[in-house]
């Protein structure tokens, strides 16, 4: 059997000396999609900074593809998942292309330059989130939801096996979000790519999501299938407010009381 590709154990996260997560045991294995829930704050991107690598944990053990993360290096992890923060700093002028080439810097030699396959992988990639005619327009340029498509481009250019996506929708329109979120369970599907993101709406977890992760704040979680977390009374105490259960063509909606 192969390995999941991210896996945690006994894992416990903390910032500013509070406690975000506890003792959390996860899998996630290939062609999976979890979605992390929880109110402003709860420390959500915190959690999922851990999970990549960019901070280290209070306690426990993380692994991707079964190989302890500390003991992979910045490439090697590189290779391995795909990060896409909540922000996307453009400190130096390049251009849409150019951007989303980032992406195949894991797949470089040290002294090595992009080759025409990267090139094709990149222009591919904007392909896929609309942006391909745009490849010669200057980064600064974009709006927030280009940027934003752009960012996700780069990750898609990356090709890693597993996606760690910080609020993906952010800064987009509904067609364009809906857009992403089958872009990712497409990738899922057919790609066998694990897929962990941060998201505001429950329903859209629901829809797009296998299981869903629910945080509260002060090192509680509940983990669990979609169809058993997501549900009216559990998200009311999630978010504090109460909230009824729709259900309209299989799909599971949340309005507030």
Not at 109 to 118: F, N, Q
Not at 144 to 158: K, T, V
Request: aromatic share 4%.
């Amino acid at each position: 059997m192969m390995p999941p590709l991210l896996s945690t154990s006994d894992l416990s996260v903390e910032i500013g000396g509070r406690a975000i997560v506890c003792g959390l045991d996860l899998q996630v294995a290939a062609g999976e999609r979890l979605a992390i829930l929880g109110r402003n704050g709860a420390g959500k991107s915190t959690l999922l900074a851990t999970l990549a690598g960019l901070r280290p944990p209070a306690g426990g053990q993380i692994a991707l593809g079964g190989d302890a993360l500390p003991t992979l290096s910045p490439r090697q992890a590189a290779l391995r998942r795909a990060w896409l923060g909540q922000t996307q700093a453009d400190p130096f002028g390049s251009t849409v292309l150019e951007t989303a080439l980032t992406g195949r810097h894991p797949h470089l030699g040290r002294w090595s330059w992009e080759s025409p396959r990267d090139a094709a992988l990149a222009r591919s990639a904007l392909q896929a989130v609309g942006l391909g005619a745009m490849e010669n327009r200057a980064v600064h340029t974009l709006s927030g939801g280009e940027r934003q498509r752009l960012g996700i481009a780069a990750l898609l250019a990356q090709a890693a096996p597993l996606y760690l996506l910080d609020e993906p929708l952010a800064h987009l329109d509904l067609n364009h979000q809906m857009a992403v979120l089958e872009l990712f369970a497409g990738a899922a599907r057919d790609c066998g790519a694990g897929v962990i993101m941060v998201l505001h709406d429950p329903a859209l977890a629901h829809r797009y999501c296998d299981r869903a992760l629910l945080i509260d704040g002060d090192g509680k979680h509940t983990l669990g299938g979609v169809d058993d977390v997501l549900t009216a009374p559990i998200l009311s105490a999630l978010y504090g407010y109460p909230l009824r259960e729709l259900l309209s063509g299989g799909h599971r909606c949340f309005i507030p009381e």
